[in-house]
């Protein structure tokens, strides 16, 4: 019983950890936006990741989770970024293969 409760506390805390450690990639425009089968590529407008903990070969961005409950307002948000071109600040904990791997995204007018 001690170890469940110890383990779940392990996780919990580098799983809130994790969470709070989130890079951000400033206000950009979209410059680029290519749906493929799958996922969404995208490059933000002159981004360039300065993150030292999450260190991706390109400053390029990826969204692929389309079984996750919010992919489609993400790819909203996105794609109404994209026709206005109104600037999005996305967030993001680590790469996937050589991208970094898009968490959320916020808008503001």
């Not at 170890?3 to 392990?10: A, E, K, Q, T, Y």
């Not at 390029?60 to 600037?87: C, G, H, K, Q």
């Amino acid at each position: 019983m001690n170890r469940s409760i110890l383990s779940f506390l392990i996780f919990s805390f580098f799983s809130f950890s994790s969470i709070a450690n989130a890079e951000w990639t400033g206000s950009y425009k979209v410059k680029h936006i290519k749906a493929q089968t799958n996922g969404i590529y995208l490059v933000l407008g002159d981004f360039r990741n300065q993150s030292e903990s999450v260190s991706c070969k390109y400053n390029t961005l990826w969204m692929d989770d389309v079984e996750s409950v919010n992919y489609e307002a993400r790819l909203s948000v996105l794609l109404t970024a994209f026709t206005t071109d109104i600037p999005v600040n996305i967030s993001y904990y680590e790469c996937q293969g050589d991208h970094i791997k898009i968490s959320s995204v916020s808008m503001e007018k």
